[in-house]
C-alpha cells in the first residue's frame, strides 16, 4: 500500500530537548516536504527537498532542520524546540516533474507539544 | 506564485450537490489547479486536479472555464462525511516549494442531515 509514514503521532516534549519526527516513503517519490498546521493558519510549509541530499526553506523554517540522505526518509529535527512549535505537522511526498502527477501523499500527522 | 481565494465556509444538506469556487486569477501558463480534501487531524487528501475545461473522477468534477482565473469543484450528492475543509492549490511543483503549491485557508463544508 502507497504511504507516507510519520513517527510518532503524538508527542509532548519540554522546551530545549532535542527531537526529530521521522518520515518515510514507500513509492520511490523525490518530492518531499514538512508543513505544520495551526488554528487559523492553515497549512504552511516548513522545508522541502526535490531530491537526496537537496533540500530548500519554506515559508516557515526557522527553528528547524531537515536531512535528506536516502530517497525514502525525510526526518524534521527540532534542535532546541520552544513553546511556539507547538503544532500539527504533516510529511508529504509527491512524484517529481511537475505538471500532471502533482498529487501529493500525507502523512498521518504528529500533534507535538512543547511545555 | 498563484494566489487563491475561495469561501471561508459552505453548509449544505445531504442528497445535494454542492460547488465550490475558487478564484486564482494571476495563475500562470503552466500551473496546474488541485483540490485537496482534509478532516481534522488527518493529512490532507488529494480529489482532483484539471488545467482546462472539465475533469471528473469517481468522487468530484472540476470545471475550468477557457481563462483559467476560476475553477469549480462540484460534489454530487453529498453525505455527512463530505464534512470537512477543502483545498483549492494552484501550482507546478508537486512537491510545494518556495514557487510551488501553497495551501490557503480553505472552505469549511458543512453538511448537516
Known amino acids: 500500500e502507497a504511504q507516507v509514514t510519520q513517527n510518532p503521532r503524538y508527542l509532548i516534549t519540554v522546551t530545549g530537548k532535542k527531537l526529530t519526527v521521522t518520515c518515510s516513503q514507500n513509492m520511490n517519490h523525490e518530492y518531499m516536504s514538512w508543513y505544520r498546521q495551526d488554528p487559523g493558519l492553515g497549512l504552511r510549509q516548513i522545508y522541502y527537498?526535490?531530491?537526496?541530499?537537496?533540500?530548500d526553506k519554506g515559508d516557515v523554517p526557522e527553528g528547524y532542520k531537515v536531512s535528506r540522505k536516502e530517497k525514502r526518509n525525510f526526518p524534521l529535527i527540532l534542535e532546541s524546540p520552544s513553546p511556539n512549535q507547538t503544532s500539527l505537522y504533516f510529511c508529504?511526498?509527491?512524484?517529481?516533474?511537475?505538471?500532471?502527477?502533482?498529487?501529493?501523499?500525507f502523512g498521518q500527522g504528529t500533534r507535538l507539544t512543547v511545555v | 506564485l498563484a494566489k487563491t481565494t475561495q469561501p471561508i465556509s459552505m453548509d449544505s444538506y445531504e442528497g445535494q450537490e454542492v460547488n465550490i469556487t475558487c478564484s486564482h486569477n494571476?495563475?500562470?501558463?503552466?500551473?496546474?489547479i488541485t483540490w485537496y480534501q482534509q478532516f481534522p487531524s488527518q493529512g490532507p487528501r488529494f480529489i482532483i486536479q484539471g488545467y482546462k475545461t472539465k475533469v471528473t473522477n469517481e468522487v468530484a468534477s472540476l470545471f475550468i472555464p477557457a481563462d483559467r482565473k476560476s475553477s469549480t469543484l462540484s460534489l454530487p450528492r453529498v453525505s455527512l462525511s463530505d464534512t470537512a475543509v477543502y483545498y483549492c492549490l494552484v501550482g507546478d511543483r508537486p512537491g510545494g516549494g518556495a514557487d510551488g503549491l501553497t495551501f490557503g485557508k480553505g472552505t469549511h463544508l458543512i453538511i448537516q442531515p
Open positions: 494571476n495563475i500562470a501558463t503552466n500551473d496546474y
Open positions: 527537498s526535490m531530491n537526496v541530499e537537496v533540500t
Open positions: 508529504a511526498s509527491s512524484r517529481t516533474g511537475g505538471g500532471r502527477d502533482t498529487e501529493a501523499f
